[in-house]
């Protein structure tokens, strides 16, 4: 997955700017961002705070954690099952 050239805090910032009345297409502009990019940052991080964001962060990726190591067990389980299930 390719990483974000801007921090959660960056990106807060920018949202800000656009809160305190500069257009958005003058902050796309200025920070060399899409205004896609602009408005998908705004669906995920729109009404948070810098510890807030730093918060989502950390159990973004603990989920992907817990998700990989469920997707271990799972292929254990079914190896398992297949030795299991032969008949000798």
């Known amino acids: 997955m390719k990483r974000s050239r801007f921090t959660e805090e960056q990106i807060i910032g920018i949202l ?28 995920k991080f729109g009404g948070l705070d810098v510890s807030e964001a730093r918060r989502l962060k950390a159990l973004e990726d603990e989920n992907a954690r817990l998700k990989r190591m469920l997707a271990d067990a799972m292929l254990d389980n079914v190896a398992l099952k297949d030795l299991l299930g032969k008949k000798w």
Do not use: L, P
């Open 16 to 43: 800000r700017e656009q809160e305190a009345g500069v257009t958005t297409a003058e902050v796309c502009r200025r920070h060399g961002v899409s205004s896609a990019t602009f408005y998908k940052w705004k669906a």
